[in-house]
């Protein structure tokens, strides 16, 4: 109270003391309060100067970003979080805060502040965000359970399940954990999700939250573990992840995590896919004397289409809608596999050649169970190469084609982690009828059978 009397005491003696030259001499009080109001003018007038020449300039360094191709910007900005300049969304578009950052970055190494990197610039950036990023084994990749944008600590969550429609990443001994989720339903705001995420599930307690209209973040403490929560609205939909890590290890994980928030797209959309690979594998079902039966989309651009241990094939058909296609072939050991006589439900046994970078180089066949859900998914997927490959009923009969969806993985990567659905066998006999292959009437049933029915697919594209 003292401090604040003294104050106002200050306050009211110098408008006394500023009044009191008024009283004095009336002639000079006029010209006196034309200045008084004429200097706060030009002060006005020269800030609103100052704020137009830096919104010229940022937007004249802007224009000048997009003349870099999009992928470029990305990389510039997803360099400059590593390197500590820059804390916002990874999405190309340069604006005052990514220019910030380009000047921030530019300060530190000595060079001009022009908010636009020259080539020795760019490269001294990426010379010093690599070593971060490869410790760590970040990696850019498509969530295929949500359809979000993501980017991964390879090397401290190395494995990756995917179950549900929800994708998960996890260090071997549980120190560090990131979730997908996905929340669609009719008017839904982030109001009541924020708030219940806040103390769901028990044990959680927030240490910090904002809540946007179209997004929100929380972080705290779960059972001991740090957490951040990020999550995106779009319509009805809300896309988000969640990362858990040990306290300990918080100074290896925080700055992970800013990336982490940084990289996060959860509606990616515009910018073009990168290509698929020259060559890829995928797995083939022999169906009749020398026709194989394989995944439509796995022969998508291909030039040459071999079939391991036969030679050429030649396409005899496909349908896109169903996902299928058809190859012909000459002098095939192969022994065509039995059909089943219904759809499949529950248990299945998925029979296919993995990818050569899935199994050290080998071209092995392998069997493995999954479950088949009521929309037709396969959970859990099977390895990359099992496009195409035979899923076998409890009879061991062809009960459908095993359709793979792969995550494009931006950079050096480990084997990205498919979603897989069944293409189920009303389908494949209608679509085998259609181009006149009729099921081998001393067809083969059995997984070993199977096994001795399945072939590598090799796609080479120009």
Not at 184 to 213: C, H, N, V, W
Request: hydrophobic content about 40%.
């Amino acid at each position: 109270m003292r401090l604040a009397g003294a104050l106002l005491g200050c306050l009211v003696a110098l408008s006394f003391a500023a009044a009191e030259p008024a009283k004095q001499d009336a002639s000079k009080a006029a010209p006196a309060k034309k200045e008084t109001k004429a200097a706060p003018a030009k002060k006005e007038t020269k800030a609103k100067a100052t704020k137009a020449d830096q919104k010229a300039a940022v937007d004249a360094i802007a224009a000048s970003y997009t003349a870099i191709p999009l992928s470029e910007r990305i990389a510039i900005q997803n360099d400059l979080v590593w390197t500590g300049d820059y804390n916002g969304i990874i999405n190309g578009e340069f604006g005052e805060r990514a220019i910030a950052a380009v000047k921030a970055f530019q300060k530190r190494s000595g060079a001009k502040e022009t908010g636009v990197l020259n080539q020795p610039e760019r490269a001294a950036l990426a010379v010093a965000a690599k070593p971060k990023q490869d410790n760590v084994g970040w990696r850019m990749v498509q969530d295929l359970g949500t359809g979000a944008r993501l980017g991964i600590p390879g090397k401290l969550m190395p494995s990756t399940q995917v179950s549900g429609g929800i994708s998960k990443w996890t260090s071997s001994r549980g120190e560090y954990q990131a979730e997908t989720f996905r929340i669609l339903q009719p008017g839904t705001t982030l109001g009541p999700i924020f708030e219940r995420m806040k103390s769901e599930p028990a044990g959680r307690k927030t240490e910090y939250s904002l809540l946007r209209p179209d997004f929100f973040v929380i972080s705290g403490l779960q059972n001991l573990k740090k957490f951040y929560v990020r999550a995106q609205l779009r319509g009805d939909e809300v896309r988000g992840f969640t990362v858990m890590y040990d306290q300990a290890m918080a100074g290896i994980m925080e700055p992970v995590v800013v990336a982490m928030s940084s990289a996060y797209v959860a509606f990616p959309g515009g910018a073009a896919p990168p290509p698929r690979r020259k060559v890829e594998y995928a797995t083939g079902v022999a169906v009749g004397p020398g026709h194989i039966l394989t995944s439509r989309d796995a022969l998508d651009g291909c030039s040459i289409v071999t079939v391991a241990g036969v030679g050429g094939a030649d396409r005899a058909g496909e349908d896109k809608d169903k996902g299928l296609a058809l190859l012909r072939v000459y002098g095939s050991p192969l022994k065509p596999l039995a059909l089943a006589s219904e759809n499949p439900k529950g248990d299945v046994t998925l029979v296919g050649v993995p990818d050569p970078q899935a199994q050290g180089g080998g071209s092995a066949v392998s069997a493995v169970k999954a479950r088949v859900t009521e929309t037709l998914g396969l959970d859990p997927a099977p390895a990359v190469g099992f496009d195409g490959g035979a899923a076998v009923d409890a009879q061991g009969r062809l009960a459908g084609i095993a359709s793979l969806k792969i995550p494009l993985v931006a950079g050096a990567a480990p084997m990205p982690v498919p979603s897989a659905t069944l293409t189920p066998v009303e389908t494949v006999r209608s679509f085998l009828g259609g181009q006149n292959v009729a099921p081998a009437a001393a067809a083969a049933s059995g997984v070993e059978a199977a096994k001795g029915s399945v072939v590598r697919v090799i796609c080479v594209r120009k």
